[in-house]
């Protein structure tokens, strides 16, 4: 068995528990997924992930941390407008959480 093969093996009880009908399971799972992602150099699956656990449970407090890593991985791929984007919304949807303060830090770095 080759590793990709095992990668994606060890994948699958994430992918499972992201159909999950509990929501805060679905986006934790998510998170992870994207954070497996991540740290295989799949950046734009990652992403994907992120946004995925932001967008579909926006309800659950922890998806707003799929704003904060999406912007991350989109930094490391060079694409600085969705970065830019992905924080924006961070703080719009959750605008005294401390997540939205790291937000907006990064992007007063962005501007100097």
Same mark, same amino acid.
């Given at each position: 068995?080759?590793?990709?093969?095992?990668?994606?093996?060890?994948?699958?009880?994430?992918?499972?528990?992201?159909?999950?009908?509990? +929501?805060? /399971?679905?986006?934790?799972? /998510?998170?992870?997924?994207?954070?497996?992602?991540?740290?295989?150099?799949?950046? /734009? /699956?990652?992403?994907? *992930? %992120?946004? !995925?656990?932001? %967008?579909? %449970?926006?309800?659950? *407090?922890?998806? !707003?941390?799929?704003?904060?890593?999406? *912007?991350?991985?989109? *930094? !490391?791929?060079?694409?600085?407008? +969705?970065?830019?984007?992905?924080?924006? !919304?961070?703080?719009? +949807?959750?605008?005294?959480?401390?997540?939205?303060?790291?937000?907006?830090?990064?992007?007063?770095?962005?501007?100097?």
């Amino acid at each position: 068995m080759c590793i990709r093969d095992r990668f994606d093996e060890a994948l699958d009880p994430l992918l499972i528990a992201v159909d999950s009908t509990d +929501d805060d /399971e679905a986006c934790r799972a /998510e998170l992870a997924l994207g954070e497996a992602l991540e740290r295989s150099g799949m950046l /734009e /699956e990652a992403g994907v *992930a %992120y946004l !995925k656990a932001a %967008y579909f %449970y926006p309800g659950v *407090a922890r998806s !707003k941390s799929g704003l904060l890593r999406a *912007a991350d991985v989109f *930094a !490391k791929l060079g694409r600085g407008e +969705d970065a830019r984007r992905a924080l924006e !919304k961070l703080i719009r +949807d959750a605008p005294d959480t401390p997540l939205a303060e790291v937000a907006r830090e990064r992007l007063s770095q962005e501007r100097q």
